[in-house]
């Protein structure tokens, strides 16, 4: 059984583009969270989706934006990058409520 | 964003040791979780405590979530060298709410 996957694994961008990250949740959970995690932070919220609709968001830009599919897989965009987006990001897939998985991420570098 | 104030920010031991670390919040929590994160890898759940007062184990590892619910620690009896890594505490107010991390307890075990 699989538990959550992420892709890409690596990736560098320049200032001002744009990215989409894409996660899988675990069989049977159909919440998805993203967070980011800076260098020698922990995760922060940054939105979460359940059935298909975002529920909750944490205190970022509107250039952070994301989709839930009918399958559950989730995809966090941002747009126009800046340095300070470089971080590791980390999608949790969860039944409604509790019992976060967390993926290995996806880890952005901004140039 | 929220983050609890987790402590010490690091630690190095002899293997063989036991290992304390805890995590307090201004805010009252209804679920404490422990984190363990390896480089390049998402959290992965350690312990997970739901009571205020509850007291779990899983092997060498022991929680306890406080009786006031702002506060948690997490002891490891008995250090080895795959016990390296970042612990990160989590505290869930309620099922509907994002998880909210602490900064992490750099754990380094000298052989």
């Known amino acids: 059984d699989a538990g959550v996957t992420q892709s890409p694994t690596h990736l560098i961008k320049t200032r001002g583009q744009q990215v989409t990250l894409r996660c899988s949740p675990k069989s049977g959970h159909d919440t998805v969270s993203w967070y980011q995690q800076a260098l020698g932070q922990g995760p922060q919220f940054i939105f979460q989706?359940?059935?298909?609709?975002?529920?909750q968001r944490g205190n970022f830009p509107d250039r952070f934006s994301g989709h839930q599919f009918p399958n559950y897989s989730s995809e966090l965009n941002v747009n126009a990058l800046l340095l300070g987006d470089s971080a590791l990001y980390l999608c949790?897939?969860?039944?409604?409520?509790?019992?976060?998985?967390f993926g290995s991420g996806t880890r952005l570098t901004v140039v | 964003g929220q983050q609890l104030n987790q402590s010490p920010q690091s630690m190095f031991i002899q293997e063989g040791e036991d290992v304390s670390m805890n995590c307090t919040s201004s805010s009252i929590f209804n679920t404490w979780l422990w984190y363990k994160q390896d480089p390049g890898e998402g959290p992965v759940l350690l312990i997970a405590?739901?009571?205020?007062?509850e007291l779990t184990s899983n092997g060498r590892l022991t929680a306890q979530f406080g009786i006031t619910r702002k506060d948690s620690f997490l002891n490891i009896s008995a250090s080895i060298p795959s016990d390296v890594g970042i612990y990160f505490c989590?505290?869930?107010?309620?099922?509907?709410?994002?998880?909210?991390f602490g900064k992490g307890t750099r754990l380094s075990v000298i052989a």
């Open positions: 949790a897939s969860s039944p409604l409520r509790g019992g976060y998985t």
């Open positions: 989590a505290g869930l107010s309620s099922g509907n709410t994002p998880l909210v």
């Open positions: 989706y359940y059935e298909e609709e975002e529920r």
């Open positions: 405590l739901y009571k205020a007062g």
